[in-house]
């Protein structure tokens, strides 16, 4: 019974999630590992909010570093690929495996 009733609250905080990103958030694009980046429709105060929803688990180390810049308001758009930070020899971005099995 109990395992019900968190699922159930799961439930509820994904739709309310789910209801703020339609209702305020505009979506700005995605990565390559299938996170979603939005920022408020409306600006309130100096700059809009900026905000990631993670392709399953969310783990901050995700973020790869183009769009890290631009959630932290350092570029006013996330780098695009043809960039010259792009370079063949920097490899892929891989989230941070520490406290897992793969460390």
Do not use: C
């Not at 980046?37 to 990631?52: A, I, S």
């Not at 631009?70 to 996330?78: C, E, I, M, S, V």
Request: charged content about 25%.
């Amino acid at each position: 019974m109990k395992k019900q009733s968190v699922s159930f609250l799961t439930f509820l905080g994904n739709l309310q999630i789910m209801l703020f990103n339609w209702r305020r958030g505009e979506p700005v694009g995605t990565d390559s590992q299938g996170n979603r980046y939005f920022q408020e429709r409306r600006q309130r105060g100096l700059r809009r909010r900026r905000w990631v929803m993670y392709n399953g688990e969310p783990e901050a180390t995700r973020v790869p570093p183009e769009w890290f810049g631009w959630l932290h308001y350092t570029h006013d758009a996330p780098l695009p690929e043809d960039s010259p930070f792009h370079q063949p020899w920097i490899k892929p971005h891989i989230p941070n495996r520490s406290g897992s099995a793969e460390a």
